[in-house]
């Protein structure tokens, strides 16, 4: 039973994946990503972990996509690369080197730990519930996690300061406006909101 | 008084000091004049000093009275021993005063040829180097030290040969910094024979000191390698194919070589007539009283191993007879007032150094000293005829300057009636007796016959200047001659009187000089020197002086009178070259010596420099081996920058790479 | 129970495909996308281990990637936008001044 749940949600991880990749809209991209970030949180489910389950759907899914689609939107980045690439040699050369990484992976996976990792015989079904993972949160684990509260302080002081308007980007963007032809609609809406 | 012996530092040291604050300290043209001036006339005065405490010292048994104050041991590695002292002893003070006092009276007449020259200070400077070395070299008591002051001497005349060095040409057509260079370069090449002649001298005899000194006063004698010369004069030297040479010959022969470079013997004279590029007081110190005649000084110093090796002594004197000869001639056909005064320099350091090469010494030191005398006064008052002149030089454009500056024109004449060896002036007597010691004493009579034709000749050619300068119609009217001031007259006047009675030196009869000489050569056991004059001597004399009178007369009457006083034209060759064509041109270019240096060495030689300086040094070198390799280099960055593309991506992908290859190493170990 | 060498697989996957995405894509907005994507196959891969070993330090480690891919995805985002207000372009290959 188990193995079917996996094989499904291991397929449907892999091809948003891929899908993400693929896509030529960045919206759509997004969209598989959290496909993505679905499949891997039911996966955190079958491998007893439901308070990262929780966790996944609620940051990743829930938060972190909400924020790439909110930035899309604003800058209307839905289609960038419209233009040839310009180093072609780029993309199979990646693919290349990416499949090579992949192999390379699958062989340590395969021939390097036989069989499996070394499972341990006790299998106690909540080791990982939410209490235990509390416990050791704020016991062992205390110092990452409040190192963890001043990183996300930083990271918040650093997006409100990234996000100042200073006085001189908004003259550069006057002369752009002024300078600018064959701009797009769009483009003139985001320098509104934007600038 | 022997404790005063320090005295004689004295006389290299008011030069030296003279210089150094010139140099340094001093930028006004007139202070300088004065303090140079005062610096030589305090030597001077130093000198006469010297000989008085020299006169005080004790009479040794041999060698004569000698004065050796050494300041300190200046080289000492193992048995070369070269002690930093000072030698006064008679030789030495005869040169002294000429140095000196000569030297002073040309200092105070350059205060006014030179005045208006923009680099007086520096003339000066220079002027109390160049008495300072030659005092250095007379006094050195060892080969080293004379070489210090050879060395110097030729410095100096580099530098004051130079002294126009920014103007490209000076009459009659010399470039004073290619003259200066030559100079050198011809001093450079005698300079080879003395440094080889020295190391010869350590090697074979022991040491370079001229008398046995004992420079720490604590018993360890350096040998004075004049007195071993006996050790080596029949030790002959291997010279394979070539043969054997006597060692006393071949040090003998490679000092000749130095000094035919030094006082301007054949081969090595070319430099001496470009060298009046320099200013005329210049010509008058060095190039007549002083430098050239070091050259004399040196062999008269080193008597003994010439008396060791007949041979090279027989080589001198044929050097300085063919020298007087072809100098004289050569002086006939100049056209410039100091080229006939150059060339007439180097052959009367002929007859000086035929002197002391058949071992006439004090004959030799007796011309020299006379020939100082009138040799410097014939370029002063030269000087001064070219300043009334208006700088002009060339004697084709002169005529009839006696009525105008008398002063000059009687003293030239004074100058000119001792340089033809004329009763009563100086000249006679000290010419007399080297063609006597020649004929008679020294085994010579064909040497005695052409240096009295060369003395012929000198009489004709100083009649000819004589004529062409003082007498006559001025051909060249663009300018007034006018005489010359206080400044310059006055050392000409003390000159002539110098001229006129410098005879008494060595009268025959007093020989206050040949006494005084003697003890320094005279090998003790000797027999006296017969002093008495034959009278074949007299009728020598007499003989001699008619015919350079007639000469002189001839000379004088050809100018001035007849068709060939009347074809002297500006510009014109010589009217007598009509006679004698290319023979006139080859004496005008002094016998081709620097024709023949000029095409077989300088022109290759600069050949071959500008093909290293243009083509190996710049093209090759610098081109290939250094621009070569920056550009290289930069070829090799730019073709690098390539992998600078500035795409995020690219720099990702190299990431990668480095990944996939880590953990491929991990994997697989 | 699922071997744990099947979910490292998976990881493997996940994580290839997304490198491939970073080097891909010139949309730099799609990159950052990759960049997530690799960093839950590896949270993948350490859950997978964490229950193979009943340890629950995995879990653990993974809350904490999980917290401070989001507190990079927010100062990444504020950064993409600085760019663009100066650059008006979000294609990464535009921004090569460092070129040379």
Redesign the interface.
Known sequence: MEYIVFVVTAIIAAVGAVAMVLSKNAVHSALFLLLNFGAISVLYLLLRAPFLFVVQLIVYAGAIIVLFLFVVMLLGAERVEDTPD??AW?RP??IG??I??LL??L??AFS?TVGAVTPVAQRNEDFASPERIGQALFSTYLLPFEITSVVLLAAIVGVVVLSKRSGRVEQAQRALEHDADGRSEQMEQVMERVG | MSNLTWIILLIPAFPLLGFLVNTFFIRDERTAGRVASGAVILAFVMALLSIAVLQAQPEPAEGGRRIDYILWEWISVGSFRVPFGFLFDHLTAVMALLVTGVGAIIHVYSIGYMHGDVRQVRFFAYLNLFIFSMLMLIMGDNMLLLFLGWEGVGLCSFLLIGHYFDRRSVQPGINPSGAAVKAFVVNRVGDVGMLLAMAAIFSRLGSLSFYNQDPMLDGRIVPGFLAHVNDIAFAQLDLGAFGTIGIATAICLLILLGVTGKSAQVPLFVWLPDAMAGPTPVSALIHAATMVTSGVYLIARVQPLFQASPTAAGWVVTIGVLTALLAALAAVAQFDIKRVLAYSTISQLGYMIVAVGMGAVSAGMFHLLTHGIFKALLFLAAGSVIHGAHDHQDMRRMGGLRTKMPTTYWTYLVGALALAGIFPFAGFWSKDEIISYAWFNGGRPVGAILLIFASMITAFYMGRQIALIFFGQQRDTTYTPHESGQIITVPLIILAVGAVIGGLINFPGLHWLSDFLHPVFATPGAPPVDETYTLGQGILAVVTTLLAAASGYAGWYLYTHGAVARRVRIGQPDPLYRYNGDIWTGAEIGWGFDWFYDHAIVRPYRTASRFLSDVYDRQGIDGTLVDGTGRLMGRAAESL?GA???????Y??IF??G??LM??YF?LS | MVPTNYFVILSAILFTVG?IG???R?NALVVFMSVELMLNSANLALVAFAQARQSLTGQILVFFVITVAAAEVAVGLALLVAIFRSRRTLD??E??????
């Open positions: 310009s180093i780029q050369l990646a080197l990416g090579l990484l390379e992976a062989y340590v390097r | 920058r600078q593309t500035g795409f995020i991506r690219n990702v992908l990668l790479v990944v996939v953990v491929g994997a | 490198v970073v080097l891909t010139r990464v290959d921004v090569s001044t460092l070129r040379g």
